[in-house]
T-cell receptor, first 117, second 109 residues
Framework: GAVVSQHPSWVICKSGTSVKIECRSL??????MFWYRQFPKQSLMLMAT?????????EQGVEKDKFLINHASLTLSTLTVTSAHPEDSSFYIC?????????????FGDGTRLSIL | GQNIDQPTEMTATEGAIVQINCTYQ??????LFWYQQHAGEAPTFLSY??LDGLEEKGRFSSFLSRSKGYSYLLLKELQMKDSASYLC??????????WGAGTKLIIKP
């Protein structure tokens, strides 16, 4: 069964709206979660690493003020796309791995397809 | 810098065998992962290699040579549902996952 749950799976909203995406680890406590973005026919791009109880680490070129990440508990990380615009339309995917074993693979949520009109 | 190379696209015939190669140059090595991603879906975990050799899991096998910085994913008895992108990823010395761009595999009847 799924070990990482992501919600919502699909969002359509008007330009200027803020959208919150939730990522939950179901079977383990995740001190670290990862947020990716994927444009059509392109590869996964890591946006940021979400650390429980501390600030997220953003990849170069990702605006931290636009993509707000909160990791307030060991099982929940949220990504908020603030004042979204059409160019933010993409497939957003979170992942997490059990920190107890470094060899464990990252498990992915089902992704959120975001469409900004 | 860190780099993972894999072919952009491959085509194979239903019922046949295909090998997808991956070469990597990373700062340290803590394992190599293969994922499958169908269009419009999130990646799903296929295999993990940390020691040299072949890991077999049903129709899928993955091979690793750490000295050569090389891995391959072998898919046997190809089915149409195997049409997907296959992603190679390596954990570096900081246990950060470095991703390849993926190989799009097209299966023809």
């Amino acid at each position: 069964g799924a070990v990482v749950s992501q919600h919502p799976s699909w969002v359509i909203c008007k330009s200027g709206t803020s959208v919150k995406i939730e990522c939950r680890s179901l079977d383990f406590q995740a001190t670290t979660m990862f947020w990716y973005r994927q444009f059509p026919k392109q590869s996964l791009m890591l946006m940021a690493t979400s650390n429980e109880g501390s600030k997220a680490t953003y990849e170069q070129g990702v605006e931290k003020d636009k993509f707000l990440i909160n990791h307030a508990s060991l099982t929940l990380s949220t990504l908020t796309v603030t004042s979204a615009h059409p160019e933010d339309s993409s497939f957003y995917i979170c992942s997490a791995s059990d920190p107890g074993t470094p060899s464990q693979p990252q498990h992915f949520g089902d992704g959120t397809r975001l469409s900004i009109l | 810098g860190q780099n993972i190379d894999q072919p952009t696209e491959m085509t194979a015939t239903e019922g046949a065998i295909v090998q997808i190669n991956c070469t990597y140059q990373t700062s340290g090595f803590n394992g190599l992962f293969w994922y499958q991603q169908h269009a419009g879906e999130a990646p799903t975990f296929l295999s993990y290699n940390v020691l040299d050799g072949l890991e077999e899991k049903g129709r899928f096998s993955s091979f690793l040579s750490r000295s050569k910085g090389y891995s391959y994913l072998l898919l046997k008895e190809l089915q149409m549902k195997d049409s997907a992108s296959y992603l190679c990823a390596v954990k570096d010395s900081n246990y950060q996952l470095i991703w390849g761009a993926g190989t799009k595999l097209i299966i023809k009847p």
